[in-house]
């Protein structure tokens, strides 16, 4: 890895385009640590690669250590790290000492990060601290044993304390509508032997769900805020967020910056409510990270990843205000089958899509949309026609383009 010439740090982006973009877009060079052929290799705003086979990070979490250590080290400034992941976001917290002598950073208290990831842990923080959070139980179902009688109003879904890719296929939970069918669904449950969370569904769709995004400095002061609210999920029930709009919603920053000081918390941290239909907002989830909407917060005018960015290297802080409501982001292929599956015409959703301020498809940074797209369709061409060389692998050094 070659050694950064003097000047601005480099951000260093353990995350996908949704994070490098708001970056890029405020002139802010990025080293992203990625899978190969990931779309963030191709972007105009990395300017260098750390390869990473393992999303999970895991089983390698002493070795990517040690690489980003070095990383660290060879820089002339030292770079700002950036995560997106819950894996990410526990690796750099588990070992914040370490990597903190080779990089800046914004992360949240070591033991209220566990407790936000860990849903068990989320739980009962929330018992104690009266969050206003669905009454929720938590179970562990083992082969043999019977399903518990659960003082829960039905429809309830159910999520393991960490997240899994294993668990519910595409969906996030799985929802469970009666106490016969949570009985009969109990022996498929056990194969997993994982800790589960029973909670009461709040009714409505996959749209009632709006979130508060924030950055609290290290003097406690919000530098940056906004809110938003999902549009389409894939799944359509339960599902990952295919497409959202920023809001100006009162009550959803209101009860944000309350939570913020019940919880002390510092750093990023976005609050995901589900407002049920008689108008009470209640709490599902906080993340103390970054997420894939603060590339819809930068188009909108609240740029928090090159706040943070401003604040570790000591530079001015951009412009922190929301100009902008109701602009959208979509995930290009992923919403199209959120929107087939909802009934809405491909006619009618192109438009749409096209005209989204934010996606995954970007005019002024075509190519990670474009290699993408290369290689699954001939990826699909080469499942028929498997002796025709149909692309060339692309072989770059760990260190730049």
């Known amino acids: ?36 052929h990931s779309m963030p290799e191709y972007s105009r705003f990395t300017s260098m690669m750390i390869s990473w086979p393992d999303e999970e990070i895991a ?10 250590v070095r990383f660290g080290m060879r820089q002339a400034e030292q770079p700002v790290l950036f995560y997106e992941q819950d894996a990410q976001l526990l690796f750099v917290s588990r070992n914040r000492d370490a990597l903190a002598k080779a990089f800046r ?4 208290d070591p033991v209220l990060v566990e407790d936000l990831v860990d849903k068990g842990r989320f739980q009962t923080l929330a018992e104690r601290l009266d969050l206003p959070v669905p009454p929720t139980r938590r179970v562990h179902p083992t082969p043999g044993s019977a399903a518990p009688d659960l003082d829960l109003r039905f429809p309830v879904v159910v999520k393991p304390l960490w997240r899994r890719k ?9 929802q469970t509508d009666t106490p016969q069918a949570l009985r009969e669904a109990w022996p498929q449950w056990a194969r997993h032997d994982v800790d589960l969370l029973v909670q009461e569904m709040i009714p409505g769709p996959e749209s009632c769900i709006e979130s508060y995004h924030v950055y609290v400095d290290a003097d406690g002061q919000i530098a940056g805020e906004f809110s938003g609210r999902k549009i389409r999920t894939f799944p359509v029930t339960h599902g990952h967020s295919t497409a ?14 309350s939570l913020i ?10 609050f995901d409510f589900k ?32 706040l943070v960015y401003a604040d570790m290297a000591g530079l001015p802080r951009p412009a922190a205000k929301l100009c902008r409501i109701d602009v959208r982001w979509c995930r290009f292929m992923e919403d199209w089958r959120a929107a087939r599956e909802s ?10 899509a096209l005209s989204c301020e934010a996606s995954s498809l970007t005019w002024d940074d075509p190519m990670p949309f474009v290699h993408t797209l290369w290689r699954t369709v001939s990826g699909r061409l080469a499942a028929h026609l498997p002796s025709m060389p149909l692309h060339t692998q692309i072989d770059r050094s760990v260190a730049s383009k």
């Open 261 to 270: 000081t019940v919880l002390g918390l510092r750093g990023l941290a976005k």
């Open 343 to 352: 009934g809405i015409p491909f006619r009618a959703w192109l438009p749409w």
């Open 166 to 174: 294993t668990w519910a296929e595409a969906a996030k939970v799985i």
């Open 105 to 108: 950073f914004v992360i949240a």
């Open 244 to 257: 959202l709009t920023i809001t100006d919603t009162a009550d959803v920053a209101a009860l944000g910056r």
């Open 59 to 68: 089983d390698g979490a002493d070795e990517l250590l040690d690489c980003l």
């Open 1 to 36: 890895m070659r050694r950064d010439t003097p000047g601005r740090p480099l951000a260093c982006v353990m995350g996908d385009m949704d994070l490098v973009r708001p970056l890029g877009l405020a002139s802010i060079r990025c080293a992203v640590v990625t899978l190969p």
């Open 275 to 306: 407002r049920d239909p008689e108008g009470r907002l209640h709490l599902l989830e906080v993340n103390p990270r970054f997420t894939l909407w603060h590339h819809l917060g930068a188009i909108a005018g609240v740029n928090l990843p090159a």
